[in-house]
């Protein structure tokens, strides 16, 4: 007889059929929270998804080339190299890169170094006390050459081993302070950036259709009156990124310049100009001052009239500039928008089973609320629901 219940129990199931019942309650907290409840959700469909976010559109990001030109001229005058102009041929190493360059702002200078035999720098390893601290064709990839395995003096006090290098050798020293090149704050950078938009065909640059020619020879980047020219001053660009430009150039450091392209499409095309902004990027933490700022070392080399090869060692300081462009645009589209329009009417249909779930459960008449939303109907008659 169980076993026939049951089967007969899960029959019934299987061929009930369920309907919407409208049920109208007059309750003012109900109705106030029905009421509130759908405000959110309206109010977040139409204010976040749509007027914010703008869910109507669709969206591509942007694809971006970077060219660069930076113009100074600055005047050292150094005991190993005396008078002597800088132009954009002696500090921008390398002439070109790929959405950066590099700009010259220091430096420790070795000149007529030659390929011959001297006594390497002090440091734990190269210090002896006779040869036999000194192996003969040991190569150290943190030393300074080859050793011959001659031990000699570096000074009245000291002795080292002797290297077959580029000698003299470059002296451990600190950076000059101030910077030699502290003239580099005043030089300027011509940045030129193309964006394109592929899913739109939409394509633009940063040297806008106002921009011409005559002003463009005599403009520098101020937020205040001239937002749109695309050359800077390098000390402005640190300034705007709350750096000292002198400060920054005795040890060198990495600064992003950052270029933000964010269009809608659906406004006129004027409207869609770039944003800069300036931020640094290398560590510049007090308490880790280990390996500071930004160097690398290269050489000139010449030939004397014997037919002998020299070169001047240099050991470079200078800022790195990253230009990095982000950007997004938007352009109305059918379906995105009525996939938000989809998504917003599910979530008043959730408003009503929240609602419906407040009344049954937790309202003090909940059980006649029962009574009056649930009502069942066999093939024989009506049954109330008490009877169920």
Known sequence: MSEKGCCDSVGQCFFDYYTSKLLVIRSKKVGTLNRFTQALVIAYVIGYVCVLKKGYQDTDTVLSSVTTKVKGIALTNTTELGVRIWDVADYIIPPQEDGSFFVLTNMIITPNQTQSKCAENPNPASICTSRRNCKRGFNDARGDGVR?????????????????SWCPLEKIVDPPNPPLLADAENFTVLIKNNIRYPKFNFNKRNILPNINSSYLTQCVFSRKTDPD????????????????????????????????????????????????????????????????????????YYMNNDDKESRTLIKGYGIRFDVMVFGQAGKFNIVPTLLNIGAGLALLGLVNIICDWIVLTCMTRKHHYREQKYTYVDDFGLLSYEET
């Open 148 to 164: 011959t395995g001659r031990c000699v003096n570096y000074n009245n006090t000291v002795k080292t081993c002797e290297v077959l």
């Open 229 to 300: 020219c695309p050359i800077f001053r390098l000390k402005d660009i640190v300034k705007e990124a709350d750096e000292d430009f002198q400060t920054m150039a005795v040890n060198g450091g990495v600064m992003g310049v950052q270029i933000r392209w964010d269009c809608d499409l659906d406004m006129p095309q004027s409207w869609c100009v770039p944003r800069y902004s300036f931020r640094r990027l290398d560590n510049k933490d007090p308490d880790n001052t280990v390996a500071p700022g930004y160097n690398f070392r290269y050489a000139k």
